[in-house]
């Protein structure tokens, strides 16, 4: 009996999105380009209490974990829907800080996440594990070059629950470091398809291509420093046989390809195919739009 092969993509979970919350899930994701460049995040799914170091040239990081664990590469999604909303504030002229009020189905829409109660319950182990992790480095997101020790995020707190125990609203606490990085606008946009990536390490090997290849027509790295800064806790030997099975079938992979040759792996953007686009079957007055804008504050015109 053969064995159905696993999708290499998560299920698209929520393709009809709640039209009055659609300008919130749909901010462009967005992710900082310190954790993006540097391993931060376990590679691994189950409780990882295992410490980190990572050095690369003068710059350093110690990762230590939380009593749930190293906080996940999936975990990292609550930063990127923060750091996201951050973003879109700022684009419409908007202050913001570091404590964000959120709703918890919004995050798990947006996030591509499972809203049945075991995906508030792993949201609720996602917020402890980001708390807990304790970081220590002298990598900056922008600013002045400092040391310092923080959690990914300062606190977490469940304003308001519904009646069977699920969370409803939510205040984040950003750490000033993730803060700095909106600050500094030190963030790069993500493929919304990175959500349903459903292995950690091809969500890192994106997170690295979109950093350092971005819109270049290529970007090299050796396998050895590759594996370091993908932070696999992996031999070199298993990390080549793994990246191999990843070459052989990426066509799911968003926006690059790689290729690998004597130890060397190169990424390059794929070719944008062009898209036509089909002219609005209804054209509105510019004071119909506006009379519009006056009933629905906030809606995507």
């Known amino acids: 009996m053969t064995m159905a092969k696993r999708n290499s993509l998560l299920p698209d979970r929520h393709p009809q999105q709640d039209f009055f919350v659609c300008d919130i899930v749909d901010a462009v994701p967005k992710g900082d380009m310190g954790s993006m460049e540097h391993p931060v ?45 951050c973003m879109a504030a700022l684009n419409q002229g908007k202050k913001v800080n570091r404590r964000l009020k959120i709703q918890a189905h919004d995050l798990l829409v947006a996030t591509n996440r499972q809203t ?29 070059e400092h040391f310092s020790v923080f959690g990914l995020i300062d606190r977490a707190d469940v304003t308001r629950e519904t009646r069977d125990g699920r969370m409803q609203d939510i205040e984040i606490t950003l750490s000033e470091w993730v803060f700095d990085a909106i600050e500094n606008q030190h963030v790069l946009t993500l493929s919304r398809e990175y959500f349903r990536l459903r292995s950690p390490i091809e969500r890192r090997l994106y997170e690295l291509a979109r950093k ?48 690998m040759s004597d130890n060397m792996v190169t990424v390059y953007p794929k070719k944008k195919e062009k898209q036509v686009t089909a002219l609005p079957s209804l054209l509105l007055s ?16």
């Open 41 to 85: 995040f376990t590679l691994t799914t189950k409780p990882d209490m295992k410490p980190r170091e990572y050095h690369n040239g003068e710059n350093f990081l110690k990762i230590s974990p939380s009593p749930k664990g190293l906080a996940t590469v999936h975990d990292r999604d609550v930063l990127i829907y923060c750091i996201s909303q």
């Open 116 to 144: 049945s109660g075991r995906g508030y319950e792993l949201l609720k182990d996602t917020l402890r594990r980001l708390q807990g992790t304790q970081i220590e480095t002298n990598i900056t997101q922008g600013g002045k």
């Open 212 to 259: 350092h290849c971005g819109q270049q027509r290529k970007w090299q790295i050796s396998l050895a420093n590759l594996l370091v800064k993908a932070g696999s806790q992996s031999t070199l030997k298993e990390f080549k046989r793994m990246l191999g099975k990843f070459l052989a079938d990426q066509d799911h992979f968003p926006e690059y390809r790689f290729e």
């Open 286 to 301: 510019n004071s119909a739009i506006e009379e519009g804008k006056q009933y629905a504050v906030g809606w995507d015109v």
